[in-house]
T-cell receptor
Framework: EAGVVQSPRYKIIEKKQPVAFWCNPI?????LYWYLQNLGQGPELLIR????????DSQLPKDRFSAERLKGVDSTLKIQPAELGDSAVYLC??????????????FGPGTRLTVL | AQSVTQLDSQVPVFEEAPVELRCNYS??????LFWYVQYPNQGLQLLLK??????LVKGINGFEAEFNKSQTSFHLRKPSVHISDTAEYFC?????????????FGAGTRLAVHP
């Protein structure tokens, strides 16, 4: 089966510009996650969706970050306006959402954002 | 609060030598434990996981890990490494709360295998 797809793979923008990342999860996976991975660190959860509902967005900086998952499949993460400190890798992951705490998360390749 | 500590940020090793990547966690409740590998410019791939049962878990690519509850550790081992094992390795703990798999990751260990 196809894995988690993310685009673009790389993005370079100037500060104060908007940027958007797209994620297509594994077919049939109900749960979708967006993670932020800073250089030299492990991923940190930004937001989790169960189908189209954002059920955990406590770590999402809502002043500049937004996300949506229309129709409960693809998802978009947006930053507006971007700041220098947003330079990082943005990872998308998905899981079946049927095994609760035993669910395995499958990760996409990530989008590496550079803000100049 | 739960946390994960990977004790070594970098581990250099020669090809065909054994390796151990160390991971300790803190939690006041039962946890599930995971090791993920990240190759350059790629996403994270699950190596192995401990949910319950035998404390020795075998994963892909010849890796294994042992869950030690008394020492709150989940160290990753491989008896003989290859050049292709060069990558970043992340240990993660599942909080197991809220009915879903919320992962807390360590900072990662960079394994560098030299010929």
């Amino acid at each position: 089966e196809a894995g988690v797809v993310q685009s673009p793979r790389y993005k370079i923008i100037e500060k104060k510009q908007p940027v958007a990342f797209w994620c297509n999860p594994i077919s049939g996976h109900n749960t979708l996650y967006w993670y932020l991975q800073n250089l030299g660190q492990g991923p940190e959860l930004l937001i989790r969706y169960e189908n189209e509902e954002a059920v955990d967005d406590s770590q999402l900086p809502k002043d500049r970050f937004s996300a949506e998952r229309l129709k409960g499949v693809d998802s978009t993460l947006k930053i507006q306006p971007a700041e220098l400190g947003d330079s990082a890798v943005y990872l998308c992951a998905s899981s079946r959402g049927t095994s609760g705490t035993r669910d395995t998360q499958y990760f996409g390749p990530g989008t590496r954002l550079t803000v100049l | 609060a739960q946390s994960v500590t990977q004790l070594d940020s970098q581990v250099p090793v020669f090809e065909e030598a054994p390796v151990e990547l160390r991971c300790n966690y803190s939690s006041s409740v039962s946890v599930y434990l995971f090791w993920y590998v990240q190759y350059p410019n790629q996403g994270l791939q699950l190596l192995l996981k401990y949910l319950s049962g035998s404390t020795l878990v075998k994963g892909i690519n010849g890796f294994e890990a042992e869950f030690n509850k008394s020492q709150t550790s989940f160290h990753l081992r491989k008896p003989s490494v290859h050049i292709s094992d060069t990558a970043e390795y992340f240990c993660a703990v599942s909080l197991g709360s809220g009915g879903y798999n919320k992962l807390i990751f360590g900072a990662g260990t960079r394994l560098a295998v030299h010929p």
